[in-house]
């Protein structure tokens, strides 16, 4: 059974730099399309980033140019470099799937940005 352990998250001021990590068992991410999702209080969970291997990317367009996704087959980790965070990127942080979350989720990672 496919399984994610989300990490990284944490508060950060407006501004700030945090990166998230996804340790992934057991899929083979040379090969597997993965992706981060988001879910704010009172909000569906939405798609953030995806990555088709080898290099292929998408962004929702609020992250555009502020993060950035990337993968580590030898460590089985997914990555998600967040940059010029604002307020309305607080909330909690999922990896799964690419294309659509077909996996059961993990227990995600909380982030939250405040002055």
């Known amino acids: 059974q496919v399984r994610f352990v989300e990490s990284g998250g944490g508060v950060a001021q407006p501004g700030e730099s945090l990166e998230l990590s996804c340790l ?11 992706g981060w999702y988001r879910q704010t209080p009172g ?44 307020p309305e990127d607080t909330g909690v942080y999922y990896c799964n799937g690419g294309e659509s979350p077909v996996w059961p989720w993990g227990p995600g990672t909380q982030v939250t940005v405040s002055s």
């Open 24 to 34: 992934v068992s057991p899929v083979n991410l040379n090969y597997t399309i993965m």
């Open 43 to 86: 909000q569906q969970r939405e798609k953030v980033a995806s990555l088709r291997p080898p290099g292929i990317t998408n962004y929702l367009d609020s992250v555009k140019g502020r993060f950035t996704i990337s993968t580590d087959a030898n460590k089985k980790t997914v990555y998600l470099q967040m940059k010029i965070l604002k």
